[in-house]
């Protein structure tokens, strides 16, 4: 290792102050909450690009169909602008559009979401409860009249072992 100029003082990691909410922060972060909450956020971005998918390729297509062949995506209102067919052109014509379709879309998109994570939680409380009837319950604690007589009859006990043995003549 090279050695440092003699005017370049050297460190060490002891020297080095850290601020206290520095260590609360590193606390903060490395909590199971935080973590879990990170993995569900990432988890859930990914979620979101296959949800978008399936309402566009599979959904939309196919409700479009039932109720007559309607393009969610080109159902808009326009407000001020030129009247043309689809959104996209509207849009680049600069027409001002209330956005009907898209809207059906984003609500459409969150019940398939809710739908999708109902289930997913309800059969993860499924395996949790499972679980947790597999464990040997703890033995019910005895009622408190036997408990009472339990204690009556130790202190029976110690009472006869103090008294003095010896047999009495009548």
Known sequence: MAKLPDHVPELHVKD??????LGEFRSFLMRGNVVDLAVGVIVGAAFTAIVNSLVKD??????????GGIDFTNLFITLRGPHLATLADAQKAGA?????????????????IGFVIFWVVKAINRLTVKKEAEKPAAPAAPPRNEVLLQEILEVLKADAAQKPTGSTTV
């Open 16 to 21: 080095i102050h850290m601020p206290g909410w």
């Open 58 to 67: 599979v959904f939309t297509p196919v409700l479009g169909l039932l109720i």
């Open 96 to 112: 001002v559009t209330i956005n009907i379709g898209l809207f059906l879309n984003a609500v459409i998109q969150f019940v398939i």
